[in-house]
């Protein structure tokens, strides 16, 4: 029986399909034992068992361990970027400013501030003097990306004549951890129990919106 070109190309679909389904399932099972026993205690076997695949099937998507890690540490970050910049709407015609960056900062701050977000944060600076480069995947995944979108982000309002600013970047440092550093640090340090509830993280980044507009709102800035 000779296969037809479509079937052909439906065939590679399926397998390709497959192929990613096996991939996921491997990082989340990776993920989820990475956690529970650290780096070191983790090995290969036990997730290829977690994840219902071969140990060379393993192998063939992550040569190593570390390979394995770093894919996760830099997916997981990814996708919590994504979540807080791609789904945030840019302002609207006539919608006020402070109500819009406080939108963004409690997206921002629901986003990070999980158990799993935590947990991987501090797996990874358990092993930064073994595996600098997770660190940097986390950085880079994390508050650089943050950083660098909202210095765009401020220079569009500040465009529109919405805010007053002169260096974006300067004022988007300084916007990341006016919101982020209070409750990142107290999460980081005293365990998954101490990320606050969703009401303080309201007040949380209405707090930091007025202390940002301050400086920055164009209706608040000494004329010269």
């Known amino acids: 029986m000779t296969t037809t070109p479509s079937a052909g190309a439906s065939e590679e679909s399926e397998e390709q399909s497959r192929s990613a389904q096996k991939r996921r399932a491997i990082l989340d099972a990776a993920t989820e034992i990475f956690l529970q026993k650290g ?3 983790t090995n290969m076997d036990e997730i290829a068992a977690r994840a219902a695949v071969s140990k060379q099937t393993v192998y063939k998507n992550f040569p190593g361990k570390e ?3 770093i894919e996760i540490v830099s997916s997981v970050t990814t996708r919590a970027g994504d979540r807080v910049y791609d789904q945030m709407p840019e302002i609207a015609a006539g919608e006020d400013i402070s109500e819009y960056l406080q939108r963004y900062a409690y997206r921002q701050l629901t986003v990070v501030l ?4 935590m947990q991987l ?6 092993e930064v003097g073994r595996f600098p480069e997770l660190a940097r995947a986390l950085f880079d995944g994390g508050p650089k990306r943050a950083v660098a979108t909202l210095a765009l982000l401020f220079e569009r309002l500040a465009d529109r004549g919405l805010l007053a600013i002169d260096d974006p970047a300067l ?6 951890w006016l919101i982020m550093a209070e409750p990142l640090n107290r999460a980081m340090l005293l365990g998954d129990e101490a990320i ?3 009401a303080e993280l309201r007040r949380h980044a209405a707090a930091g ?3 940002f507009l301050a400086s920055y709102g164009k209706a608040r800035r ?3």
């Open 196 to 198: 606050p509830k969703p």
């Open 121 to 126: 944060r501090r797996l990874v600076i358990g």
């Open 209 to 211: 919106v007025r202390m």
């Open 39 to 41: 780096y070191l205690a």
């Open 171 to 176: 004022a988007a440092s300084q916007f990341n």
């Open 114 to 117: 999980t158990r799993r977000v």
């Open 67 to 69: 390979t394995l890690f």
């Open 222 to 224: 000494p004329k010269r």
